[in-house]
């Protein structure tokens, strides 16, 4: 099952980070300290599926959810990744509603999709599935796993609504740097263009009582868009929080 599901049908906000530092330790730590969620960058970092399979384990064992943001929109990307164990798949440079069918068609069993049956990791490869049947086995999957859209294309943007009805999407997830850059005002966050586009996709994701996720490269503004009504934030990145971090050791001890 899904913890983070879990939480969010309690009305409880979950909290994560992007992961590129490509390390089993740095996975356990990111568990250790306390996130949620864990989202292994397949897009912008150098991952494939076999190494991603690792830090997968690493998050089970520390009780953190590993979602995983998939290199392209395609059959093979949707599939390897939920074979291996991932929870939940952010999908990148979505344009239409047809691109989120196709990604329900190839992420969900039936018969909500078609996605290929295979007794992978998550069920022991074959031998968790216990007095389950295969249909049982199906639909438990298809309420564990998590597929999120991005938002971070004006052709999303414009079909919200639609995206957020349709069944087998469990979320959207926002990416403001390239949202902003697709609106014409790279980086201007608080262009009240932006900010309306914002409250649209939480009035989107509330209305089909769906959680809006989003990335926020600080605490400032993770806190911001709770407040505007997000549940899920995905704060930095792991590499990143490790620099600042030891930035900000280096200037007390200077």
Known sequence: MNSIKDKLTAGKAVYGS???LGSGAAMEAMGIAGLDFAIIDCE???FNPQVTMEWVRAAEVRNIVPFARIQEISRASVLKMLDIGVKGLIVPCVHSVEEVKDLIKWAKYAPMGERGFFTARPAGYGHDLGDASISQYMESTNKGNMLIPQCETLGALNVIEEIMGLKGVDGIFVGPFDLSIAMGIP????NPKFQQALDRIVKAAKNENKPAFIYAPNTLAAKEQMERGYQG??????VGILIDGYKSLLAQLK
Do not use: L, T, V
């Open 18 to 20: 992007f992961f590129e």
């Open 44 to 46: 912008h970092g150098p």
């Open 187 to 190: 980086g201007d966050f608080h």
């Open 233 to 238: 934030i995905a704060i930095s990145m792991d």
